[in-house]
């Protein structure tokens, strides 16, 4: 149990479009979702939490009108990258927590902006 | 707020050695200890996790990890590695008893096996 999808895994798109990255906790009830992103060779950084049906939390220095977080139901959050750059090009993670201390992790999406 | 150091950023070892990937945090509150693993080009699995009780805990793969509150240390062991240990290992932190507090991540250990 406590399997995580993305969707996409991988996508590359021009600069200045916009790039949506769903993620889905396939058998129970996410509460909380997480969204990070990792640069190469680099840890994870957060960038957002969002609780079902409220506004997501923004860490410092994440822009919100770029980065866009939708949480609309239990099973799914959505990140979408609006005028993506080259220098959004990064891989983001997102994780699933079901009220509890333990966090599952999607497969990543790597996103390469041309 | 809680920091996570890993000190090695690199460790290679030969096969059927023993490993210990070191993990120190920094908290003023309680904390729950995790310890992750990726794989080239995938998202982060769960290895093991301490959250209360017996300070030493266990993954299914004989890894194992053991939570020192003086020393604020929560390293990672295997006796024997294989190959297939090759990947990233991350040391993470989360505040106790608080629910859906984000993970504090170290910036990882790259463990090497090498034949």
């Known amino acids: 149990g406590a399997v995580v999808s993305q969707h996409p895994s991988r996508v590359i798109c021009k600069s200045g479009t916009s790039v949506k990255i769903e993620c889905r906790s396939l058998?129970?009830?996410?509460?909380?979702m997480f969204w990070y992103r990792q640069f190469p060779k680099k840890s994870l950084m957060l960038m957002a939490t969002?609780?079902?049906?409220?506004?997501?939390?923004?860490e410092q220095g994440v822009e919100k009108d770029k980065f866009l977080i939708n949480h609309a139901s239990l099973t799914l959050s959505t990140l979408t990258v609006t005028s993506a750059h080259p220098e959004d090009s990064s891989f983001y993670i997102c994780?699933?927590?079901?009220?509890?201390?333990?966090?599952?992790f999607g497969p990543g999406t790597r996103l390469l902006v041309l | 707020a809680q920091s996570v150091t890993q000190l090695d950023s690199q460790v290679p070892v030969f096969e059927e050695a023993p490993v210990e990937l070191r993990c120190n945090y920094s908290?003023?509150?309680?904390?729950?200890l995790f310890w992750y693993v990726q794989y080239p080009n995938q998202g982060l699995q769960l290895l093991l996790k301490?959250?209360?009780?017996?300070?030493l805990v266990e993954s299914i793969n004989g890894f194992e990890a053991e939570f020192n509150k003086s020393q604020t240390s929560f390293h990672l062991r295997k006796p024997s590695v294989h190959i297939s240990d090759t990947a990233e290992y991350f040391c993470?932190?989360?505040?106790?008893?608080?629910?859906?507090?984000?993970?504090?991540f170290g910036k990882g250990t790259r463990l090497s096996v090498i034949a």
């Open positions: 994780s699933a927590s079901r009220g509890q201390e333990t966090q599952y």
């Open positions: 969002s609780n079902e049906g409220s506004k997501a939390t923004y």
């Open positions: 301490y959250l209360s009780g017996s300070t």
């Open positions: 058998d129970f009830q996410a509460t909380t």
């Open positions: 908290s003023s509150v309680s904390v729950y």
């Open positions: 993470a932190v989360s505040e106790a008893w608080s629910g859906n507090t984000p993970l504090v």
